[in-house]
């Protein structure tokens, strides 16, 4: 079982920056694939960066050279580094881990953090 907390949204004015943070708890491997999601009013949750088994990373178009995912292994903790940001970042942010275990595959996530960017 794994238990994740995130941390470290709020307000903030356009331009603005801020550093999410998702500690982990349980069962958790460094080959294991952590991510950052979003869902803003009326829309579907989509997904803003990802730490893909502690290999390669991916983001989102729209927060490409804005956004920087990184992880912190020895803490069990990962963060997003947000830059530059914009009204349409808005949004709750949900930490995601996904794991394999043999054939097995389980995913967890956050209980989120609301990020409001607006003047």
């Known amino acids: 079982q794994v238990q994740l907390v995130e941390s470290g949204g709020g307000s903030v004015q356009p331009g603005g920056s801020l550093r999410l943070s998702c500690a982990a708890s349980?069962?958790?491997?460094?080959?294991?694939?952590m991510g950052w999601y979003r869902q803003a009013p009326g829309k579907q949750r989509e997904l803003v960066a990802v730490?893909?088994?502690?290999?390669?990373?991916n983001y989102a178009d729209s927060v490409k050279g804005r956004f920087t995912i990184s992880r912190d292994n020895a803490q069990n903790t990962m963060y997003l580094q947000m830059s530059s940001l914009k009204p349409e970042d808005t949004a709750v942010y949900y930490c995601?881990?996904?794991?394999?275990?043999?054939?097995?595959?389980?995913?967890?996530w956050g209980q989120g953090t609301q990020v409001t960017v607006s003047s």
């Open positions: 730490l893909e088994r502690g290999i390669s990373t």
């Open positions: 349980g069962s958790i491997f460094s080959a294991d694939s």
């Open positions: 995601n881990v996904r794991q394999w275990r043999g054939a097995i595959f389980r995913t967890y």
